[in-house]
Every structure is written in structure tokens, then in C-alpha cells.
């Protein structure tokens, strides 16, 4: 530590703050946002209201979270949201086919982490493997896994079982089920960035020839990332299930580039090798808040989706300038 | 070198004819004549949003342009109120769209350089506020309406046989070769795309190049804009939202480097014919959306693998 000191004597607090979480900025809008919430209306900011924020975007919180993995590794997933939907129905089906009883609603989410790091497979092979561009090639697959989840659920509305939305959106020991869930969630993806391969996927974002000549496996490494991508969205697939009760093969089509959006509002870069999770999830839950507070200012309803895209823009440029004016 | 360059132009050509070849097998009267002639307007709305995406990839620097299709969209309202079917105001029409996409393609390079947001995220978040502004203009409601002039000149068989909207196309082609290759524009495109710093070094004035490549994409994507609600009557809802990533595969597919530095706007063209005629076989075919999908992302992923790969680290 005091060798870093010596080389840069001379940053700020606030610099050196940044350095080590870069999420700062972000977490200071989510304030911002509340403040606002709360001024608007005193009861979206009530421990009911903000379960129901939570619940609301819980899977957008956990699809951002899988975005992160290979952003961390400079590499992007346009098919995010496609696995998704593919997992979404996937699940369904099975549950409708084998029953609601526990053990088949279990079966069918083990079959939906399955699909989701099989998908991450398929996207890690094409990007890694055949080393084609990532942005359009994650699209291509993304269009793949669309069909796929045509092929088991032509048109939505499926339901799922009574068993699982009752407990998604139950409570056990007095708190909302949702709210164990994202503990669980936090701690799983807490654990993992502790994890070899998330530094090795920081690494290779960081350098891939650097990386690799300091021995990453660096093919491997972004195909974990992908898997750990696809499994991800399964997670956030599993949430989506649970607040919709039912499937819908195209319900997470229009989350992707959301996705990409909370990861860069949490102040990781797109190039790769720095960032953070917690980030991604505070970005999350700024567009949620974003939209909430849209809503609680009463703002006309055919111009509420203009407003709210007006204010993404502004939360994207401010937590930009922000990151480089400390940094620079 | 120059046959390498070449190389992703012959490979799409070769592919295309292969294609026609399939959907005329699968179907005949595929290839019909008439049939081409349908498949080239609809590839020719797809090639005009990707000139615009292919000068702001070939500006390097990540470039790439998400915001395409809202302001198609955005393009395709503003033409239709401002002519609402009267052929007398056509030229007002074109004026206006493209101005207005150019204006917000303007904003995406000031966002991109100015204020150096990365290019997906910037054109990201004004597809957003597009999106936005289309729900409070349009209301829910088709708004606007083509001039019978506009509708003729996109549909109907003009000059040898050809509608005018392909004239059109062919002259946007002549005109990016010629600003690629034979203007100081042009090169200065190529060098901020391949080494920005250099360029800057130069005496290149990196910004403004790069803002007006957005500000071009912006107008190139309006007036496709203009001429689909030619195509199509009146604009309804999203209808430039088809064109976001598949202008980027087409541009891919011509041959064009996403890095940036590297390609050019003919191959592109094929592009955009290839990714039309692929789409065409696959709705003339008897399968259900879910296989056609799943042929076409697998298809696409196929065709990838002959344009560039990105290099091996330990070659």
C-alpha cells in the first residue's frame, strides 16, 4: 500500500474513493432518486413499496448482474435477454407437464440453470472459440434461442403452478420471500467475486495478450463468463417466473439493453477489466427508480416513457463525466 | 491485397446468388423478376440505414450507431405529417426528416466526443428517449401519410425497369465511394479509425469528423425513414426498430472491420442484399416463426465465420 502511495502521492480522497468503488456515483443517484421518491410521495419510500420496487425489478437486478460477468472480460451478451425468456419457458413447460408438486417445480429449475449455462455455452463457443465479434454474433444466438422458446410456447400465457408464484410472492418468518431471495442472491454473487475466475475475467478485460502471457486460460475464461452469464439469466428467468406467473416466450426480448444500461450506469466500463457488481445492481434499481418517480410525479402517461428515457440519458452522462472528472 | 480486399464483396455476391438459387428450388418463382425486384427494395431501405452505420463504425473508436432505428421511425413521422399526401410537398418532406435526423445524430456525436460517452451506450440512451417521443407524437395512432408520388417512386418500375427508390441506393453507393475514396473526408474517416491519435497528430480535427459521421448516420437513417412510410403507406408503430442490428450485420457482412479503419460501403450493399434475401426465403418457406428464427440466428452465425475473425492470441 504505501508502495502505491509513492508512486501516486498526490491523489485526492475523492479520487482514490472512485479508485476503489467505482460504484459511488451510482449509489449517489439511487439517494437522489429516493430523496425525490420520497418527496413526491412519502409512501413509496414505505418498507411495502420498496419490496414491491424490489420484486418488481429483482430480475432485471439479477440479468444485469449475469451482463456484468462478461463485461468484466470486455465481451457483451445481446442474447441475455433471449436465454431469459427460453428459461422462462422452459421452466414453465415442465412444471405444467410434470406438475406442480415440489419436486417437479424443483426438477424444472434445476432443467432451467441447465438451459441457461447451455446457452452461455453456445454464446461462449461462437465469441471465444470461433472468435467472432460479440455484438452481433450474441445477436444471432439470441435470435436462435428466440425460436427455441417459440418452438416450446408459441403464443404466452401459460401459467405456472399455484405452488410457485404463491411462494415467490409469499413471506417466510414475517419477510417477503423476494427480499430472502435477493439476500441469497447478494451472497451468492458476493461469494463468486471472490472467485479465481472473476479476477481472471477482470484480467483478460484488462488485457487479453497481457492475460494470456501471463497464463490465463483466456478462451476458457470468457466461456466461463458466458456461462456464468447464461446462469445468471436463468436466476433472473426463475424471478421473472415467479412475478408473472406465467411464461412468456418473448418477455425478456426488451430487458437486454437495459441490462447493458444498469451495467454502465454502475460505473463499469464496457471495455472491460474494471467494475464493479454492486454497480450493476445500483444501476438496476435506478431505472426502476426512475421509473417509479416518472410515475409519482405525475407526469402524463403518453409522455411518461419520453421522460423516463431522458432521465436514463442524464443518469448515463452524469455518472460518465462524473467517473472521468475524478479519475482524469 | 487488393483481391483481399475484394474478398467479403465476391463471397456475398456468390452467397446471394446461391440463395436465390435455394429459394427458387424451395419455391419457385423466387427468383422471378419481379420477385427480385421486391426483395431489392426492401434491401435497399436496409442498405440506407447502413451506410449511415457503416460511416460511424469505419470512424473507429467502438462507433456504432444503436439509435438507427428510432430515428427511422422518428424520420418516417416527421415525412409523413409534413406531406400528409399532398406530392407538393415532398421536398419540404425530405428536407425536414433528414434535417431533424441529422440533428439527432449530431447530438450522438457531441455525446460521443464531447462528453466521450462510449458510442453503444450514448445512441443506447437516445434510442430510449426516441422510443419516448414516438408514444407522445404518434398517440398510439398511424400518423402521417405518403404522397401518392413518394408511394410511386419507392414501388413502382421507373427507369429501365428499376424504382426509383434502387436509383436512389445505387446513387448513395456512387456517392460513399466517392466520399470514402476520393474526398479528404474520406480519408480522414479511415485515419481516426484506425489510429486516432495519429490522426489528431496530423492535423486531423478528430471531432468534428466524428460528430458529422453521426450526424450522417442520423440523416441516412431518417431518410430511409422517408422512403419506407412511402413503402408502406403511413408509419405505425416502431417500424424503424427492425433495421437497429441488422444495419450492423450488414455492414459486418460487407466485409467492414466493427473495429473500425477498415472496409468500405460496397460491400456493405451486398450486405444488405444478402441479409434481405436470407429473410426472403426464410417467410417463403412453409415453417412455423419459431424454426424460421432458429434458422435464421443459426444461418447468421454460419455466414460470420467467413468475415473477420479476430485474431488468435498466440499466433
Not at chain 1, 203 to 210: C, H, K, L, S, T
Amino acid at each position: 500500500m504505501t508502495g502505491a502511495n509513492a508512486i501516486e502521492p498526490r491523489r485526492s480522497v475523492p479520487r482514490r474513493l472512485l479508485a476503489r468503488f467505482p460504484f459511488l456515483p451510482a449509489i449517489a443517484i439511487l439517494a437522489l432518486l429516493l430523496l425525490a421518491s420520497a418527496l413526491l410521495s412519502p409512501n413509496s419510500v414505505s418498507p411495502r413499496a420498496l419490496t414491491g420496487l424490489v420484486s418488481t425489478y429483482l430480475a432485471l437486478m439479477l440479468l444485469a448482474v449475469a451482463q456484468t460477468w462478461v463485461v468484466f472480460a470486455g465481451d457483451i451478451d445481446l442474447s441475455a435477454g433471449a436465454i431469459l425468456s427460453l428459461v422462462n419457458v422452459t421452466v414453465v413447460v415442465m412444471m405444467e407437464r410434470f406438475g406442480g408438486e415440489p419436486l417437479p417445480v424443483l426438477a424444472a429449475l434445476g432443467a432451467g440453470l441447465v438451459v441457461g449455462a447451455a446457452c452461455g455455452l453456445v454464446n461462449g463457443v461462437v465469441v471465444a472459440v470461433l472468435r467472432l465479434q460479440g455484438i452481433v454474433a450474441t445477436f444471432a444466438t439470441g435470435i436462435f434461442f428466440t425460436g427455441l422458446a417459440l418452438a416450446l410456447m408459441p403464443v404466452a400465457g401459460t401459467p405456472a403452478p399455484a405452488l410457485y408464484w404463491r411462494t415467490y410472492g409469499g413471506r417466510i418468518l414475517e419477510v417477503p420471500f423476494v427480499l430472502w431471495t435477493a439476500a441469497a442472491a447478494g451472497l451468492l454473487v458476493w461469494a463468486l467475486t471472490r472467485t479465481r475466475l472473476v479476477l481472471r475475467l477482470l484480467g483478460v478485460g484488462d488485457g487479453p495478450r497481457a492475460a494470456y502471457q501471463s497464463g490465463v486460460p483466456v478462451t476458457a475464461t470468457r466461456m466461463r463468463g458466458y456461462m456464468l452469464c447464461g446462469l445468471f439469466a436463468a436466476l433472473a428467468a426463475f424471478c421473472i417466473t415467479g412475478a408473472t406467473a406465467s411464461g412468456d416466450p418473448l418477455v425478456g426480448g426488451a430487458m437486454t439493453l437495459y441490462s447493458v444500461a444498469a451495467v454502465v450506469l454502475g460505473g463499469t466500463a464496457l471495455a472491460g477489466g474494471s467494475g464493479t457488481v454492486v454497480g450493476s445492481i445500483a444501476g438496476a434499481l435506478i431505472i426502476g427508480l426512475i421509473n417509479a418517480v416518472v410515475y409519482y410525479a405525475g407526469t402524463p402517461s403518453e409522455w411518461q416513457n419520453f421522460v423516463q428515457g431522458l432521465s436514463v440519458m442524464l443518469a448515463l452522462a452524469i455518472g460518465v463525466l462524473i467517473n472521468r472528472g475524478v479519475r482524469s | 491485397m487488393i483481391r483481399f480486399a475484394g474478398a467479403p464483396l465476391v463471397m456475398a455476391l456468390a452467397l446471394i446468388v446461391a440463395l436465390l438459387a435455394l429459394g427458387e428450388a424451395l419455391s419457385p418463382g423466387f427468383a422471378s423478376v419481379d420477385q427480385v425486384r421486391r426483395l431489392l427494395i426492401v434491401a435497399a431501405l436496409l442498405g440506407i440505414v447502413a451506410a449511415g452505420q457503416n460511416l460511424v463504425i469505419l470512424g473507429g473508436r467502438e462507433g456504432i450507431d444503436l439509435s438507427v432505428g428510432g430515428i427511422v421511425s422518428v424520420g418516417a413521422i416527421v415525412a409523413g405529417n409534413v406531406m400528409d399526401g399532398a406530392n407538393g410537398a415532398i421536398v419540404p418532406a425530405v428536407l425536414a426528416c433528414v434535417a431533424t435526423g441529422a440533428a439527432i445524430g449530431a447530438i450522438n456525436g457531441l455525446g460521443v466526443t464531447v462528453l466521450r460517452i462510449a458510442p453503444l451506450v450514448m445512441t443506447l440512451g437516445m434510442l430510449g428517449v426516441l422510443q419516448g417521443l414516438l408514444v407522445v407524437v404518434r398517440q398510439g395512432a398511424p400518423s402521417g401519410r405518403a404522397a401518392p408520388a413518394l408511394a410511386r417512386f419507392v414501388t413502382e418500375p421507373g427507369l429501365f425497369g428499376l424504382p426509383g427508390i434502387l436509383w436512389l441506393w445505387i446513387a448513395v453507393g456512387i456517392a460513399m465511394a466517392l466520399l470514402l475514396h476520393r474526398t479528404v473526408f474520406g480519408q480522414r474517416i479511415y485515419a481516426i479509425g484506425s489510429n486516432e491519435r495519429a490522426a489528431h497528430a496530423a492535423g486531423v480535427p478528430t471531432g468534428a469528423v466524428r460528430v458529422s459521421l453521426y450526424a450522417l448516420s442520423g440523416a441516412f437513417a431518417a431518410l430511409a425513414g422517408l422512403c419506407l412510410i412511402g413503402y408502406s403507406g403511413s408509419s405505425f408503430s416502431n417500424v424503424g426498430e427492425q433495421y437497429m442490428l441488422p444495419s450492423i450485420i450488414a455492414v459486418v457482412f460487407g466485409g467492414t472491420s466493427l473495429a473500425g479503419g477498415r472496409g468500405g460501403y460496397t460491400g456493405t450493399m451486398a450486405g444488405a442484399v444478402l441479409l434481405t434475401v436470407l429473410q426472403g426465403i426464410l417467410t417463403t418457406v412453409s415453417i412455423d416463426e419459431s424454426g424460421r428464427q432458429m434458422i435464421f440466428g443459426a444461418t447468421l452465425v454460419a455466414l460470420m465465420l467467413f468475415y473477420g475473425r479476430g485474431e488468435a492470441l498466440r499466433a
